[in-house]
Each structure stands twice: as structure tokens, then as C-alpha cells.
């Protein structure tokens, strides 16, 4: 199956992109789109322990289910205001 | 207007101010706070900030400190605009406006939005200073941290 992945911030220059579409296994979850990313990009896992993410523009956790279609945004620490 | 918004333009605080007295005939209070760019930071001297955000996410994050607030403080109101891209020194990046009965909880509110801002809401500052840049990273944003929550209502209510 096909998921958006959308990367902000120091992720998004890391990574070199703000956004990818990448083919993962089905049943797949948050973990498992972050586990092929930095299979692919070994920098961003850095952020392995202060990241948060999204699935579909809600925050999720980690082990949320990912279905086909998805966008799953990883985001480092905020900073606004 | 929209009380919560992320958005490219430059910021209004007395429009935000008048649409949110608009519906005010029941309160004595309105409440603002505006965050400006400065020019200096951890030693510094920053040029200008580029914000990012992950809109649809930061939209329903500033939604969510809108109903946290209103649960704590039922006859309070809140509106917020964030402005993201590129923000020159002096000028405003967000706009919090509160309105309730009582000055009391027009301020807690306002102090209480803008302090989750800081914790949950999906913007990131690119600080362009002399010499270089660098992403600005404060919290790991979950807005399910009980204890993040409620030392924002600490600080609001100090």
C-alpha cells in the first residue's frame, strides 16, 4: 500500500524533502513507515525519542494502524508562538 | 473573521479584538497578547524567522486550546491567529485575544493559549541570524501530557 509521509522543520531539511510517497506492507502501523524512512535516511532517526506524529492531520502514536492513501507526518519539537 | 487562524498575512489585533467583542454584550474583560519577533536570541542577533507549520494540524491544535480553555473557564472566549513564512523583527508572529465576564479569567485564558501554544501547536521558527541559522526545537508536542497541561494552568493562574 501507498502512504504520504510529510516531514517539517529539521526533519524536512534532513530528509531532504517535505514530503515522500512511499510502498509499505499491509497491516502497517505509524512504527512501520518510520522504520523504512530511516532504513532509507539513517539521519533522522535522532528524533526517534522527541518526535511526534500524525496520521491524517491528528496527532497519533506510534503504534496507530496506517492504511492505504494515509499521510503520516513526522514533527520535532514545536517551537511556535 | 475566523477566531483561529495560521495564516501568511500580516496580523490585526484590533480586528481580532472587535470580532471577538462583537458577542461581548455579558462581558467587562478582553484580554490580548501579542508575540513579536526580537532581535536577539541566546546570544544572537537574529535577522528575521521563517515559520513553518503543519496547517490542518496547527489549526485543530489552536481549536483544541480554544475547548481546553472553555472548559476551565466556561465564560471565557478565545481568539488566536498564528502568522507563518517569513516575520521581520518587530513585527508580530501571534495574536491571542480573551474576553470574559471578569478580568480575572480574561487574562488566565490568555496566558493559559498562549503557553500550550508553546507545547502543542505544530510551528516551527527557522532563525535566521548573524552568521548562520538554525531550527528552534522547545517541546515534544503531545497533547495528551496531563502534566504539560497542567503547568500551563499553573502558569496561567500564578
Known sequence: MRVTVRLFARLRDLAGAGELVREVEAPATVQTVWKALTAEMPSLVQYESTMSVAVNAEYAKMAAAVRDGDEVAFLPPVSGG | MALVAVTRDPLDLQALTAAIAKEASGDGAVAGFTGLVRDHNQGRRVRFLEYEAYEPLAVRALELIVTEAREMWPDARLAMH???????????????????????????????????????VPIWKHEHFEGGEVWLEGAVADPDDEKARLAAYRIACA
Open chain 2, 82 to 120: 498564528h502568522r507563518i513564512g517569513r516575520i521581520e523583527i518587530g513585527e508580530a508572529s501571534i495574536i491571542i485575544v480573551a474576553a470574559s465576564a471578569h478580568r480575572a479569567h480574561a487574562f488566565a485564558a490568555c496566558r493559559y493559549a498562549i503557553e500550550r501554544v508553546k507545547q502543542i
